[in-house]
């Protein structure tokens, strides 16, 4: 009888440590997915245009396709607590050899119209919708999770480190150190090797344009090409849980 007490007081002890252990607290992440407008076949004149929920597209001469995968996009829904682009869609597309970067504002008076217009001054893209619904993207890439990252920005004296975390739903959340209140979420697309980054404080002049590669540290360094902010240098380094506010 003692033998099967001690037994089962051993099974319940190993039961309990597996099931009652007490994780570390950690932060609630307040960030909601993002919906993005623009999924499905859109009509401009005699072209047509598919934004996928992976984050792809290409462009086409009918509705049915085929449709190549040529370029990425994101989508900046003009919100946030800081100074902030208006509604833009940016799309990265291949052009020679390279990636072409194109932001539009954008306005739509319902989810079957939109007005794209080029931040060039061209003249605007009337687009209509064939198919598709508005809804939340799933993006699959390496940069997916949080990340610390230095800069070699001046600007700002605060602080050179940033945290960064990149959600699938092609959002970056992202907090200068040093900066006070300076937390905030932006929109990212990834095409081959190239990363834009727009939407908040100095990502709103332009979209932020950059060259990313995995260095053989393990680090990850992105050299920007835009004109305007300045281009700077970061060096991003993989975590499992970065500093937030």
Request: hydrophobic share 35%; glycine share 10%; with cysteine.
């Amino acid at each position: 009888m003692i033998r099967k007490t001690l037994l089962f007081l051993l099974v319940a002890s190993t039961i309990c440590l597996a099931a009652c252990k007490v994780e570390p607290d950690l932060p609630d992440d307040p960030h909601v997915p993002l919906v993005n407008p623009f999924i499905g076949v859109w009509k401009t004149g005699a072209e047509y245009w598919r934004f996928n929920p992976n984050g792809t597209g290409g462009k086409a001469s009918t509705q049915s396709g085929p449709f190549p995968d040529s370029f990425s996009f994101l989508y900046f829904n003009g919100k946030g607590n800081h100074g902030h682009a208006a509604p833009s869609l940016v799309i990265l597309e291949d052009s020679n050899g390279e990636v072409s970067v194109t932001r539009y504002t954008y306005s739509s008076a319902t989810v079957q119209w939109a007005t794209l217009t080029p931040a060039t001054g061209e003249s605007p893209v009337m687009l209509e919708r064939v198919s598709g619904s508005p809804q939340v993207i799933s993006l699959t890439n390496s940069l997916i999770g949080e990340w610390l990252a230095d800069w070699t920005g001046s600007h700002n004296t605060g602080s050179s480190t940033w945290s960064l975390k990149y959600y699938t739903d092609g959002t970056v959340k992202m907090y200068h150190h040093g900066m006070g209140d300076h937390q905030f979420e932006n929109a990212y697309a990834l095409r081959g090797n190239t990363l834009v980054i727009f939407g908040t404080l100095r990502f709103m002049i332009a979209p932020i344009i950059g060259e990313i590669n995995q260095q053989g540290n393990g680090k990850w360094h992105v050299q920007e090409r835009q004109t305007n902010p300045v281009p700077v240098e970061w060096t991003y380094t993989k975590v499992a849980t970065a500093e937030w506010l």
